[in-house]
């Protein structure tokens, strides 16, 4: 399996844990939401939804309007259920601190669901991502001091701003790690349990996301 694969099945676990839902409020969500996965079509994500269904980790129900379907003329909607098998493979999911946590193709995923994740888990993969960007960040003074002669002022300009955006990145999340070892959540209660998260929002927490806006979604009434 892809990481890429791996993450959007993790994506499409995490928001059928909060509630039921059919393909186009998946796509829907899965965009507004996870900024990762803006360019993503049906095409990639029912061949996912099937898989899970396969794994038994989703169970596939006719939507309550599904008897007035044959009046209208179109297909009834398929409603994608978690299985109590997905929702304890979420767990295990939602447990893992490895590079796959907080890589950049899929730190964003799992920031999105640092709701339903644990406090010490929510520590050490912000702590590894902050190593990885703190790495990062060395790899790139290094290399601007060694060719900065030899840069024309563009490209120099465009360096920088690489540099000052990972610097970003590194400041906001030693703000977000000194609050989990304060005891804070990013709602300020002091509690062991996970955060509550508005899902309304995406509950993004302000992490970098890509420029621009994401283009309207068609709703696709007889996606199954």
């Known amino acids: ?21 059919h393909g186009y409020e998946l796509r829907k969500r899965l965009n507004t939401s996870l900024g990762v996965f803006r360019a993503f079509s049906y095409g990639t994500l029912y061949p996912c939804l099937k898989t899970l269904v396969a794994n038994g ?4 129900e006719p939507a309550h309007d599904a008897e007035t379907a044959p009046l ?10 978690l299985t109590a ?3 304890e493979h979420f767990e295990q999911l939602l447990s893992q601190t490895g590079p796959d946590a907080y890589e950049d193709e899929t ?16 520590m050490r993969v912000l702590e590894g991502r902050r190593s990885r960007l703190e790495e990062r ?18 490209t120099l300009e465009l360096q920088r701003h690489g540099m000052e955006s990972v610097e970003r990145e590194v400041r906001w999340l ?11 959540d990013l709602k300020g209660s002091a509690t062991g349990e996970p955060a509550s998260r508005d899902t309304t929002s995406g509950a993004s927490g302000g992490l970098p996301r890509p420029g621009g806006d994401p283009r309207p979604d068609t709703p696709d009434d007889t996606a199954t």
Do not use: C
Not at 57 to 60: A, R, S, T, V, Y
Not at 72 to 81: D, E, L, N, S
């Open 57 to 60: 980790w989703l169970i596939e």
């Open 107 to 122: 730190f964003a995923a799992r920031f999105a669901f640092f709701g339903q994740t644990s406090r010490d888990v929510r």
């Open 137 to 154: 960040l060395e790899k790139m003074r290094i290399s601007l001091h060694r060719t900065r002669e030899r840069l024309d002022d563009y």
């Open 85 to 87: 098998e997905g929702k």
């Open 1 to 21: 399996m892809s990481r890429r694969s791996g993450i959007l099945e993790f994506a499409v676990l995490g928001l059928l844990r909060e509630s039921p839902m």
């Open 72 to 81: 209208t003329g179109r297909r009834a909607k398929i409603v994608y259920r």
């Open 174 to 184: 030693n703000e977000l790690i000194e609050s989990e070892r304060a005891g804070r």
